[in-house]
């Protein structure tokens, strides 16, 4: 009895009509799914930094306050490069869509020029309050600050740094399946992180100029 089983057994997998080809690893929504959940966790950080400024951005220490070194003209450009590199990654996106190769790379170049920009509005204020002395020790105030708006700059960096990666993917493999799952993930980390700057710039900033 077992012989014939085996028989039988041998045959069919002889027969290559009778093997499954998996062609498709990766389950329906699967990808997106799993990077929802990271960018919770992300939201996460944002809500504990968050936090820790609400305790302590009024624990000045005797130093200076937002009203005294934030340059609003300053941060407000900044925000427009952030908000505008949002939009071009949505061109992008559109482009994407109609498997226009040329069209998805340029837009996600302008996209990384932008958000170069920011970070680098940014770094030249952390290098500025730093040289006038308004360093992360200085007081709590200035540690929260820091931690916050640094994070945030930190996945900025992160972004421009997976925006240039997955160029280089678009160039070699064009825009299969998989690099557009790719680029789909992207435009969710970079509003997210959008929606983290707006936060930014209201409680930080404008809050952070009132008396």
């Not at 970079?190 to 404008?206: E, P, R």
């Amino acid at each position: 009895m077992s012989e014939i089983n085996a028989t039988h057994a041998g045959a069919a997998s002889a027969d290559p009509s009778s093997r499954y080809y998996v062609t498709e690893h990766h389950p329906e929504n699967g990808t997106l799914l799993g990077f929802w959940i990271y960018l919770m966790s992300d939201c996460l950080i944002f809500a504990c930094l968050f936090a820790t400024y609400a305790v302590l951005g009024r624990n000045y220490a005797g130093g200076p306050s937002g009203a005294e070194i934030f340059d609003l003209p300053l941060v407000a450009l900044n925000t427009a490069f952030l908000l505008f590199s949002s939009i071009t990654y949505g061109f992008a996106m559109l482009a994407a869509q109609k498997k226009n190769l040329g069209s998805t790379q340029l837009w996600l170049g302008i996209t990384g020029i932008l958000g170069a920009c920011f970070l680098g509005l940014e770094l030249y204020e952390f290098s500025h309050l730093i040289h006038e002395g308004f360093g992360p020790w200085r007081s709590g105030f200035l540690t929260a600050f820091f931690s916050l708006v640094g994070t945030h700059g930190l996945h900025v960096t992160f972004g421009i740094v997976w925006l240039v990666t997955l160029m280089f993917q678009l160039g070699k493999h064009g825009i299969n399946g998989a690099n557009y799952r790719r680029l789909a993930c992207l435009s969710m980390f970079w509003h997210f992180l959008d929606v983290i700057w707006i936060g930014v710039f209201t409680y930080v900033y404008l809050m952070g100029v009132l008396p």
